[in-house]
């Protein structure tokens, strides 16, 4: 199973971005889609999720300005971020979770290769 992450990128404060997360590989079933931050010295933090069954769930720190949803493609998730801030510049990092392969093997979670956002003037 591969998580392959696409968009990012540099953009003014006030601006807009969009994420794109595809996993591949042998899924049967995920549990739950979503994306992870960290900037530098900072924890790692989640910044939304969505799940199989639709349910969302966001930082607070982004509720109202990004949004979470299914992609294009199978087992693709995408993240519109609107209103940039400065404070939202961090590595994002794409998750998979509670994947079950089509051998029926269970992972607990996937991680995709990092994103960097930059917002800044």
């Known amino acids: 199973v591969q998580l392959q992450a696409s968009g990012g990128g540099l953009v003014q404060p006030g601006g807009s971005l969009k994420l794109s997360c595809a996993a591949s590989g042998s899924i049967k079933s995920i549990n739950a889609m979503g994306w992870y931050r960290q900037a530098p010295g900072k924890r790692r933090e989640l910044v939304a999720v969505l799940t199989s069954g639709d349910a969302t769930n966001y930082a607070d720190s982004v509720k109202g300005r990004f949004t979470i949803s299914r992609g294009n493609g199978k087992n693709t998730v995408d993240l519109q971020m609107d209103s940039l801030s400065p404070e939202d510049t961090a590595v994002y990092l794409c998750?998979?979770?509670?994947?079950?392969?089509?051998?029926?093997?269970?992972?607990?979670?996937?991680w995709g290769q990092g994103t960097q956002v930059t917002v800044s003037s």
């Open positions: 998750n998979a979770e509670g994947v079950t392969t089509t051998a029926g093997v269970f992972e607990y979670d996937y």
